[in-house]
C-alpha cells in the first residue's frame, strides 16, 4: 500500500525539493505550510520564514509538483510554545534557542499529530539531517547530514522515539549544490531562493526592542563588572547582551573584554578578558538521549555549545532529574545558559539539553 507524508513547505527550495524527492520515491505527498506568525512589519524583513510571500512560494511549488496543499494556522500553538517563552527566557538572563523549541512542540508534535489525525503516516521537513535505525538496539538515531556545511543535527536533538519512527529526512544525503540542482532541473522557481537565517518572529529587528514590546517589566541599567567584582560601567539591560559578546558593549575599558555572565539576581553582567571568557565545563538539564533511553554512567565525547560552535571533547556525567554534568578537556567559550548542548559520537547524535549555568574552578573537577 502507498505510504502518505506531510511535509512542512516553508516556500524555501529544502522543503520544496524534499516534497519532491518522496513524490519521486512513490509516497502520496501532501503539501503543509504552518502559520506560525503575523507582523505588521514582515514586509521589511528578509532571509525569513512565515510572510505571505513564503506562503504564496509553497502553494506555487505545491501546483507545480501537483499535490494537495493546505496552511495549517498554528499561530496562537506558536505564540504559546515558542514566542512567550523566548520572551521569558531573555528576560530571566538566558539565551534562549526558539528554533529548538519549535521543532520539539510545533513541527515534530503539533504537526505530527494533525498528519496523524488525518490518517497520513509520516511527517517530512526539509532539514539536513540523516535517521536509520540500530541494529542492537532497534533504536532511530540520528546521524549528521552529508553536507556538514549546512548539518541541521544540532537543532534536533529532542525528538522522541515516537517522533522519530514517524519522521522522514530525505535532504540528508544530499549536499546543498544537489539540491539546488535538482530544484533547477526541475523548473522550480525557489531554486535561487535564498536561504531563511533570521528567527521568523524577529527577522532583521532588534531582539531588545522585540522582547520590550511584549513584556510589561521594566528594563533596568545596571552595573557591569569585572571577574573580581570590581564595578567598571553601566549596561543598558540585560536582555541587550548575551555570553560571549565583545562588540556592542556601549562603553570602552581600555582592553576587548567579553561578557561572560548575565546574573539577573542582582541585574550584574560580568565582563572578563578573551582568557577570563572560557569555562571548564557546565550543567545542563532536561537531557534527552537518542543512542539509549537513558546515560548510567559517565562518557567521553564530543558536545557542541552552539549551533556554530566547533565541537570539543568532553566528560559527560549523568545525574538526576535527567541532568548531566559536561566537563571539557580544554576550556570552552560562549557557553550561554538556554543554549542547547548537543553531544556526539562520531556522526551520531548521542543527545543533548539545556545549558543551565556554566561551572566555575572547581566545580568542573571530576
Not at 539591560?237 to 562603553?251: D, P
Amino acid at each position: 500500500m502507498q505510504k502518505s507524508v506531510m511535509v512542512g513547505m516553508s516556500g524555501g527550495v529544502d522543503s520544496t525539493v524534499a516534497a519532491a524527492i518522496l513524490q519521486e520515491q512513490g509516497y502520496k505527498v501532501i503539501g503543509v505550510t504552518l502559520k506560525l506568525w503575523d507582523d505588521d512589519n514582515q514586509a521589511e524583513y528578509n532571509k525569513t520564514c512565515c510572510s505571505l510571500e513564503d506562503i504564496d512560494d509553497a502553494r506555487n511549488a505545491a501546483y507545480d509538483l501537483g499535490i494537495p496543499y493546505y496552511v495549517l494556522n498554528m499561530k496562537e500553538l506558536f505564540l504559546e510554545e515558542v514566542v512567550n517563552p523566548f520572551v521569558d527566557s531573555y528576560l530571566k538572563g538566558f539565551t534562549p534557542n526558539p528554533c529548538i523549541i519549535c521543532n520539539q512542540k510545533i513541527k515534530f508534535e503539533a504537526m505530527l499529530k494533525k498528519a496523524l489525525s488525518m490518517d497520513i503516516d509520516y511527517i517530512a521537513t526539509g532539514h539536513y539531517v540523516q535517521k536509520q535505525v540500530d541494529a542492537q538496539t532497534g533504536r532511530y538515531v540520528l546521524k549528521k547530514a552529508v553536507d556538514l556545511t549546512k548539518d541541521q543535527s544540532y537543532v534536533l536533538y529532542m525528538l522522541s522515539q515516537e517522533q522519530l519512527e514517524r519522521s522522514l529526512f530525505p535532504l540528508g544525503s544530499y549536499k546543498k549544490s544537489q539540491v539546488r540542482e535538482i530544484a533547477a532541473k526541475m523548473n522550480l522557481k525557489v531554486s535561487v531562493k535564498p536561504d531563511s537565517q533570521d528567527i521568523c518572529f524577529v527577522g532583521k529587528g532588534n531582539y531588545a526592542d522585540f522582547i520590550i514590546n511584549r513584556t510589561d517589566e521594566k528594563i533596568l541599567p545596571g552595573s557591569f563588572t569585572d571577574t573580581a567584582g570590581n564595578v567598571i560601567g553601566t549596561h543598558q539591560g540585560l536582555i541587550r547582551y548575551t555570553v560571549g559578546q565583545r562588540k556592542g558593549l556601549g562603553t570602552t575599558f581600555g582592553r576587548p573584554m567579553y561578557v561572560v555572565e548575565k546574573r539577573k539576581e542582582d541585574n550584574t553582567i560580568v565582563l572578563g578578558t578573551k582568557d577570563e571568557a572560557v569555562f571548564p565545563g557546565l550543567m545542563a538539564d532536561r537531557m534527552n538521549y537518542l543512542l539509549f533511553e537513558e546515560l548510567t554512567s559517565p562518557i567521553k565525547a564530543k558536545v557542541k555549545v552552539r549551533y556554530k560552535a566547533q565541537e570539543a571533547d568532553a566528560v559527560i556525567v549523568p545525574l538526576e532529574s535527567c541532568q548531566a554534568k559536561i566537563v571539557f578537556d580544554q576550556p570552552q567559550p560562549y557557553v550561554a545558559p538556554g543554549q542547547g548542548v548537543v553531544i556526539y559520537q562520531e556522526d551520531m547524535v548521542i543527545g543533548g539539553g539545556t545549558i543551565l549555568r556554566a561551572l566555575h574552578g572547581e566545580e568542573a573537577v571530576l
